[in-house]
Structure formats: C-alpha cells, structure tokens
C-alpha cells in the first residue's frame, strides 16, 4: 500500500466540480442494491385493525420487551424493570374475551385468551433474548425479524448438538485451566466466564455454510483468541509452547520480530457438516477495535478477487463474510468503531454487511458498564446505521444457538450489519494477574459463588439425559492428555512457512543486497494514456473551466512535447499499470477531484451528475480498472480499510491518500 501525503499552501479554486454527484452510471468498484418490492398483505393489514387493541400490545412487546428481559448472568442488583408500556391495561385489553392470534403472531395457536398471548410474548421477548429491530427503516426488515425471533423460539435445538456444544465449552474451560498450571504468571486472556462464545462460533460456522459462505474474515481481540485459535482454527499448540519457551513463532530462516500471544494468527479450512470453510483471523493490534476496518478491507478485497459484491454483477457478496469481534467497553468507547460503521455502507467500503459479536464482560478492565458509556447497552452504537442488535443470556445455551441463527440469517438474507450483545462476564481480572475485587467487590461475589457456564451447561444436560459423566471425564482425559503431548513436543517443533501462501506464492523476502528493477514504460504508450485520461463521451457535459484547463491543457502539454505535471504523471503511472493487467484504487477525501482541484481522474457532468473515469475506457475488452473511493471524513478507519484491502493480493496497487493529515 501507498501513502500519499500533499500539503500545498495555495489552493487553486479554479474548477470545483458539483459535490452531490451520484454513481447512477457504471462505475466500478459500486453497484446499488435492488431496492425491494415488499408490500404488507391485505390478510395481515385486515388482522391488524380488526384486533388493533391487541396489535398495539405486540407491537409494544417487539419495541420495549428486551427493557424486561433476563439477560444478564451476573446482575448483582435484580431490580426488575418497570416497562409501563407493557401493561395491557394501556391498550384497553381484558382477559374476558378471546383474540384472534392470526396474522398478529408468529405461533401456531390461532386464537387465546390475553393471558396466552403475553405468556407467549413474555417468552419470546422478555426471556433470555432480547431484540432491538422496531428502529429498522424497512417494513420488511422490522416484519421478518419478528417472525423469525417468534418462530426460533418453538424451533427444537438438535440435543446431539447441544451435547457437542457443551463438551467443547468444558475443553475451552480445561484449556484455560492447564495454562493456568503449566504457566502460572502468563497472561493469556483467557475465555473464562466467556466460553457461551464457543458456542457462538460453533454455530455461526453452520449457519454461514448453511447460507452458502465459503469464507470468514474474523477480526478478534485478545478475550478468548487462543481459546478459539488452539481448539477450533488447527493453530498447533506446539506453536503456542514453543513462544512461551521463549522462541518465535518463526521458523528460524525468517527475518521477522514476533508478537505477544494474544496476537497469534491463522488461516485454515474447517469441516463443516461435510463443507470446508476457510476462516481467517488477523493479526490484531493491542489498539482495541483497529483491526475491525482491517478485517473489512480484506473481506472488500476477496469481493475483488472473486468478482461479487460491487464488484459483481448477479451476486451480492454471496461466498465471503466479514466477522467482527468486540468487548463491551471498547466497541462503546473507540472512535473508530463509529468511523467504521459509517463507512460500512458507503459506496467503494461496502462488504454486504458484517456480523458484530460482543463479548459483554459487564466490565472494561475495572470500569463498571455505568461508567463506560451514557447508554443503556454497550450495543447502542448499533443505532448510528439503524442495524438491528440481538441480546442474550450466556447462560442459555440454547438462546444463544438461536440468537446465532438469527443474526446469521438476517445477514445472509438482507446482506446488512447485525449485533449479537454475548452477555456473559470475565472470571477473573482484565489478565489472570490482576485481582477484579479492588474495585467490583459486589459483581465478583456473585460471579465467585456461581458455576461457571460449562459446568452448569454440562449439569442441566446431565440431568436431562443427554450428557453423562463418563463422556465428560473421557472427553476431558483426552483433551488434556492431546495438551500434555504438544507440550513435549514444542522444543523441537518448527513453524511452518506459512506467510507466502495463495496470491503471494512466489515471493520471497527481500535480500539484504539493493536489487534495481526496470520498470520504465513505452513512451508511446504512456502517451496514449494521458491522451485517454482526458476523454469523455461525446454527448458529456464537461465543465467549462475543466475543458479549458485540465483537458485542453494537458493535451497541449503532451502534444507539443511540454513538461508535465503532477497529475499527468500520475495518471500515466496508474493507466499504465491497468493497462498491464493490475487494478488500481485511491481512497481518501475527495481523491476523485482532488483537494486541490488537481486531480479530476472523475469528471461529473453538468447535467445529470452522472460520473465518469476516463482511465476505466483505456480500450476494448479492459479487464482492470481504476476504483476512486471518495471516503467520508475519517482517517484512521480509511487507512484500516485500505490496509486490509492491501494484504489480500500483490495483484492491486492500494492507495491511501491523507487529505491534510488532520481529521484523525
């Protein structure tokens, strides 16, 4: 990736071009999104007035139930809520009579009492899951995420499931516990009091595959990393011991500085339900929540690759899903989670929605949740893009199997952003060497005398028949005796090779010798270029000042054989890297025209707004191009984006340009 900074001291104020330009024309790297035919039926409408009075309860239930609901496994003041708008009473409702439940609900009772249907509302809404949607600006965006969330609720868990879920949260439990004995000082951060995440990623891997997605692009904290690298994406725990003996994660003829192990990467295909399914985490910094726009570009460059998305013509980011992972006090803290959600539907930083997944620790290294924000969730960003966001109990393992299934299917289905709220809480400190009670005495003596959520998952399915002790201790025997034997074998265990793979097979890192490359161009062609990088249609309306001084001017310029400037050489440099075969995007504020109106690889015309990029009609049958991703007023996020976007493929030349330097 290339960074390009400019500060010039006279701006030129000659030719401003329109700014509310529109992409209502092909231009690559955007295509707008069908905006949808749904109509309410006339039956639903008809049901809604004809029991309008118990309608406006359910309709109360869908905005306000997540206000009452339980979902919260450690809340130390069990103050139940007053939600006033849930009083039947309110809506003029008696339980002397019977409502029509048809075309209200999403159940299969037809009719019943008032006490059924809030029974029946109060499950579904004010249990262990709580929904935020009624904010949604599609009807039917609001319609199906209410139906689905009172479908899930009488949908049956696979109890085989449950069971294998519930033996791989005693393994994430069993692995903190051997790294707690074998390296007593480290700090790992581990996944206790957060092993419902399991759970979550279990699921959400059969949903995706379920939903045809062949790759996962996962930008993930420190909580639980190792938990989920070690046991679920095949990174050797031999690696892992190898560093904590004091050794890289590098095999030794690599020249490279390795990171903490909070760090640690992988990229591996998994079997899921018989389908392979790459999943892809990134390195993420220490910078909480830098890696999110990271992970967005990355997954933005795979749409590139495989030619869906806005890349594509009859697929909408079908194959590649972008997931990101939060804690509670960064994702309501960091600045740049608000860069990056504005970004997430901009024309050019589209990726067809990502799933956010929070571990809610209930605290953010000793800051209680009342201190870390003025909201009342730390979801509440969510509502800056009106995405829809999933509350649950992590002690339910089966909400949370539901809640997966949910924001899973929203995604897939309306290809948008969607927020599950995990909520759980931490074990112990913010690392295994910090004492939590300092400061949070009443909220760790709760969490202090309860089960932990694998044990007390494994004992109500002991006690249903569907786990038995002799499975645990086997599966636990096991596990640990697989740990133990990685451990032996770490001093001698060698890191793989793994960081020249797929698109950057071939290379190698660079010699300590200066090496010059050729890498001049025909004049002719470079010629050509800038002569093409000043075309437009015939019937276009250029302005004025443009046709006199960037077009007329550069054609003179090369024509007579004049020095060139600033801008010529720059589109001479990126026509003729299109030309041979390599696409090309500059992402910034205002990098079509140029801050200081010196670019202008975008012209606009004066009639109809409508855009064109000269250099993406350099000639027939073109195969790459030039995307120009005018980006909205943020830096670190952009910079994020365009990175990620950088790491995927040599195949592409990325640039970043930094307007000023001073909208960070």
Known sequence: MILLRRKVLSICNSCVCKRNYHNRTAV?????????????????????????????????????????????????????????????????LTNDRIYSFEGLLSTTQRKGSLSEATEFLNQVYCGSIGGEFEYLQEEEERVWFANRLEELKNEPVNKDFEKMLALEMLKCQAFDHFMAKKFVSLKRYGAEGAESLVAFFLQFFKSCVQGKVTELII?????????????????????????????????????????????????????????????????????????????????????????EGEYGI???????????????????????????????????????????????????????SERSRGTPYCSDIAKLIAAPVVHVNGDVLEDVIRATQLVTEYQRKFRKDVFLDLNCYRQRGHNELDDP????????????????????TAARLKEAGVLSDQEVEDALASYTEWLNQCLQKADSYTPEESYFGVHWR??????????????????????????????????FIIHPTLLKNHVKGRLK???????????????????????EGYNVRISGQDVGRGTFSHRHVMLVDQETNDMHIPLNNLAEGQATFLEIANSHLSEEAVLGFEYGMSIESPKHLIIWEAQFGDFF
């Open 28 to 92: 690559y790297g955007f295509r707008p999104k069908d905006s949808g035919s749904f109509k309410l039926s006339s039956e639903i409408i008809k049901a809604r007035c004809k029991e309008s009075q118990l309608y406006q309860l359910i309709s109360a239930y869908r905005e306000h139930g997540h206000k009452r609901a339980d979902i919260n496994p450690v809340d130390f003041t069990r103050k139940p809520r007053e939600v006033p708008e849930l009083d039947p009473s309110r809506y003029g």
């Open 506 to 539: 071939g290379f190698s890192q660079a010699p300590a010798a200066i090496t010059t490359w050729d890498t001049g161009c025909d004049t002719n062609l470079l010629r050509y270029i800038a002569i093409k990088s000043v075309s437009y249609p015939e019937h």
């Open 219 to 307: 930008g993930m904290p420190h909580r639980g990393r190792l938990n989920l690298l070690i046991n679920h994406l095949h990174l050797p725990p031999e690696l892992l011991f190898r560093k904590l003996l004091g050794k890289s994660e590098f095999p030794d003829t690599a020249k490279a500085s390795g990171d903490v192990i909070s760090h640690l990467i992988c990229s591996t295909e998994i079997n899921v339900d018989g389908k392979l399914l790459q999943v892809t985490s990134l390195h993420n910094p220490s910078h909480l929540e830098a890696v999110n726009p990271v992970s967005m570009g990355k997954t933005r460059c795979r749409h590139l690759e495989l030619g």
């Open 314 to 368: 009859s697929s909408w980011s079908d194959k590649v899903v972008n997931l990101q992972v939060h804690g509670d006090g960064a994702i309501a803290g960091q600045g740049i989670n608000q860069e990056t959600l504005l970004m997430s539907r901009l024309p050019h930083f589209e990726v067809g929605g990502s799933v956010h997944l929070i571990v809610n620790n209930q605290v953010a290294f000793t800051t209680p």
């Open 557 to 579: 310029r090369i024509n007579e054989g004049l020095d060139i400037d600033w801008s010529t050489a720059e589109a001479m440099a990126w026509g003729s890297l299109i030309y």
């Open 437 to 456: 009670t300092f400061t949070n005495p009443r909220l760790y003596e709760v969490i202090h005398k309860r089960s932990t959520i694998p044990d007390k």
